[in-house]
């Protein structure tokens, strides 16, 4: 098939019943369709692409250059292909309508929210697939030819038949639908480096010989720039589930690091030291082994619960109940290190100021879906702490969202949000390190590996933003330590919740330093 038009539905795709009951909630999205947009028009310059999205505030946002999300290098590359140049034309687009984009694209991703479900059967657990199943209808009653159907949100085990049921009984006499599972496997923060740099692409389909021509249609399509041999194809229902599991490993391995942390701060081990004897056994590798405060994020929650729940509706109570500890050691490691902050504080938080450096859930990024931040300020707050808080990229307005909402009243007397990390420590007591954000650290920048194979071109846009020699310098800026600590009420303590500081340089200036994982 020669493919000339795409689209990726993105967002929200029905209105809620009662509109004032969605304006009272914290909703953040940070849909990974405008990313994956952007790399897939700049690498296929003759093939139009056109988001679509119901949020007309967010389709202009955009056709703007102040974009609905951050993420490393996206402007950049949304530019090139949204704005075209001397020597291409534009061939990336954003719409609110929806039916013409439909109407014109060969393939169509599907790119909605499939959040946890917060009512009916499988509350709290099962994910939410009422946008995808809008969006299918959608495709179903405006398709006149033929289309492939490209999930890429992830969806419980089995949703591809459900989407096939669904194109069939409802969609247009003549009309052919293929449906293919192409799962996205990116990391906030590094997810142009993810989208140019890919692991792998794995594309799930049926072993039709029109299931097989619609696998190589998007096969075609990464192949202008991603190495065949990373292009990975399993049958639909390996692909779905794939999805799930990486996630819900990753959260594990996190897990894991965490839980021998607290064994470390007990007996006087040192968790770095155990990671890096650990990660040099080839068989487990190095990556994912920084003891933290605990994971967060919109992914690795909601795709733990949902394998926990597929577990418990195929009847198997143990599974269910060994992927639901990992969230609870998770919110356990959180607790445990609010009890270090009381407990080091001389047991009482009342009438002392406390700085939090940091509120999105990892760095790069302005995302802060269940963020260790928020209920670490909670746990605070609920001491008798005065808090002042700074984190570069997540806006004034969704901290006060994400604090009131899970605080109450009384909130906003308590906390004070700052324009810059000096102003947030001056005169605190303690400083709180909660997003690893690399103005925060005292440690060296790391330079980043060079991936072969890989184009000039890629590796320095994947890691422009993270190599000091082309840096702009407010990325490169670090805190001066020893300004702050001259600023700081004693006792003067820093806890780094993301072990991001070099202990030893921080107590030559006179502050007593607390890691995850360490006792100092």
Same mark, same amino acid.
């Given at each position: 098939?020669?493919?000339?038009?795409?689209?990726?539905?993105?967002?929200?795709?029905?209105?809620?019943?009662?509109?004032?009951?969605?304006?009272?909630?914290?909703?953040?999205?940070?849909?990974?369709?405008?990313?994956?947009?952007?790399?897939?028009?700049?690498?296929?310059?003759?093939?139009?692409?056109?988001?679509?999205?119901?949020? %007309?505030?967010?389709?202009?946002?955009?056709?703007?250059?102040?974009?609905?999300? &951050?993420?490393?290098?996206?402007?950049?590359?949304?530019? %090139?292909?949204?704005?075209? +140049?001397?020597?291409?034309?534009?061939?990336? &687009?954003?719409?609110?309508?929806?039916?013409?984009?439909?109407?014109?694209?060969?393939?169509?991703?599907?790119?909605? #929210?499939?959040?946890?479900?917060?009512?009916?059967?499988?509350?709290?657990?099962?994910?939410?697939?009422?946008?995808?199943?809008?969006?299918?209808?959608?495709?179903?009653?405006?398709?006149?030819?033929?289309?492939?159907?490209?999930?890429?949100?992830?969806?419980?085990?089995?949703?591809?038949?459900?989407?096939?049921?669904?194109?069939?009984?409802?969609?247009?006499?003549?009309?052919?639908?293929?449906?293919?599972?192409?799962?996205?496997?990116?990391?906030?923060?590094?997810?142009?480096?993810?989208?140019?740099?890919?692991?792998?692409?794995?594309?799930?389909?049926?072993?039709?010989?029109?299931?097989?021509?619609?696998?190589?249609?998007?096969?075609?399509? /990464?192949?202008?720039?991603?190495?065949?041999?990373?292009?990975?194809?399993?049958?639909?229902?390996?692909?779905?589930?794939?999805?799930?599991?990486?996630?819900?490993?990753?959260?594990?391995?996190?897990?894991?690091?965490?839980?021998?942390?607290?064994?470390?701060? @007990?007996?006087?081990?040192?968790?770095?030291?155990?990671? !890096?004897?650990?990660?040099?056994?080839?068989?487990?590798?190095?990556?994912?082994? #920084?003891? +933290?405060?605990?994971?967060?994020?919109?992914?690795?929650?909601?795709?733990?619960?949902?394998?926990?729940?597929?577990?418990?509706?195929?009847?198997?109570?143990?599974?269910?109940?060994?992927?639901?500890?990992?969230?609870?050691?998770? %919110?356990?490691?959180?607790?445990?290190?609010?009890?270090?902050?009381?407990?080091?504080? /001389?047991?009482?938080?009342?009438?002392?100021?406390?700085?939090?450096?940091?509120?999105?859930?990892?760095?790069?990024?302005?995302?802060?879906?269940?963020?260790?931040?928020?209920?670490?300020?909670?746990?605070?707050?609920? %001491?008798?702490?005065?808090?002042?808080? /700074?984190?570069?990229?997540?806006?004034?307005?969704?901290?006060?969202?994400?604090?009131?909402?899970?605080?109450?009243?009384?909130?906003?007397?308590?906390?004070?949000?700052?324009?810059?990390?000096?102003?947030?420590?001056?005169?605190? !007591?303690?400083?709180?390190?909660?997003?690893?954000?690399?103005? &925060?650290?005292?440690?060296?920048?790391?330079?980043?590996?060079?991936? #072969?194979?890989?184009?000039?071109?890629?590796?320095?846009?994947?890691?422009?933003?993270?190599?000091?020699?082309?840096?702009? @310098?407010?990325?490169?800026?670090?805190?001066?330590?020893?300004?702050? @600590?001259?600023?700081?009420?004693?006792?003067?303590?820093?806890?780094?919740?993301?072990?991001?500081?070099?202990?030893?340089?921080?107590?030559?200036?006179?502050?007593?330093?607390?890691?995850?994982?360490?006792?100092?």
């Amino acid at each position: 098939m020669f493919l000339k038009e795409c689209v990726l539905t993105s967002g929200s795709w029905h209105k809620p019943v009662n509109p004032a009951q969605s304006q009272s909630r914290n909703i953040q999205s940070h849909c990974w369709g405008g990313p994956t947009s952007a790399v897939i028009a700049s690498k296929n310059p003759s093939v139009g692409v056109t988001v679509t999205d119901i949020n %007309e505030r967010r389709i202009s946002a955009w056709k703007s250059n102040r974009l609905p999300i &951050f993420e490393p290098g996206l402007l950049e590359t949304v530019q %090139e292909a949204r704005d075209g +140049s001397a020597s291409r034309r534009p061939n990336l &687009f954003f719409t609110t309508d929806i039916e013409a984009a439909i109407g014109a694209a060969d393939l169509i991703f599907v790119a909605v #929210n499939t959040p946890t479900k917060t009512s009916g059967r499988g509350v709290g657990r099962a994910s939410e697939t009422g946008f995808l199943e809008s969006a299918i209808r959608t495709i179903a009653e405006v398709a006149e030819t033929d289309k492939i159907i490209v999930e890429k949100s992830t969806v419980p085990l089995g949703t591809a038949g459900l989407i096939r049921e669904i194109l069939d009984a409802i969609g247009n006499p003549g009309v052919h639908f293929e449906v293919l599972s192409n799962p996205e496997f990116l990391a906030e923060g590094t997810a142009l480096k993810d989208l140019l740099l890919p692991d792998r692409i794995l594309i799930g389909s049926l072993s039709s010989p029109s299931g097989i021509s619609a696998c190589d249609t998007l096969r075609n399509l /990464y192949s202008t720039w991603v190495p065949q041999s990373k292009i990975i194809t399993t049958h639909l229902l390996s692909s779905e589930l794939a999805k799930l599991a990486a996630n819900a490993m990753l959260g594990q391995r996190i897990t894991n690091v965490n839980s021998l942390s607290a064994i470390c701060e @007990a007996t006087g081990a040192n968790i770095e030291e155990v990671s !890096n004897a650990v990660g040099l056994d080839f068989r487990i590798g190095p990556k994912m082994l #920084n003891a +933290s405060v605990g994971f967060g994020g919109s992914c690795f929650k909601k795709d733990i619960l949902s394998l926990a729940y597929i577990a418990e509706t195929l009847h198997l109570p143990e599974i269910a109940a060994y992927w639901t500890s990992v969230l609870e050691l998770n %919110e356990y490691q959180k607790d445990r290190f609010a009890q270090r902050i009381v407990r080091c504080l /001389y047991s009482t938080l009342t009438n002392k100021k406390i700085a939090i450096l940091g509120f999105a859930f990892k760095k790069n990024t302005g995302d802060t879906r269940e963020s260790p931040a928020i209920s670490i300020c909670q746990a605070l707050l609920d %001491e008798g702490a005065q808090i002042t808080l /700074y984190d570069p990229k997540v806006p004034k307005h969704q901290i006060w969202a994400d604090l009131v909402c899970n605080g109450g009243e009384g909130t906003e007397e308590n906390i004070t949000i700052c324009e810059t990390a000096y102003q947030a420590c001056h005169d605190v !007591n303690a400083v709180v390190i909660l997003t690893e954000w690399d103005e &925060f650290s005292n440690r060296q920048p790391v330079e980043p590996a060079v991936v #072969n194979g890989a184009t000039k071109e890629d590796v320095h846009r994947a890691h422009a933003v993270y190599h000091p020699s082309v840096m702009p @310098a407010a990325i490169q800026k670090r805190m001066d330590w020893e300004r702050v @600590a001259k600023t700081m009420r004693q006792p003067r303590y820093v806890f780094d919740g993301r072990n991001i500081t070099d202990a030893v340089e921080l107590q030559k200036l006179g502050l007593r330093v607390e890691h995850i994982g360490k006792s100092l």
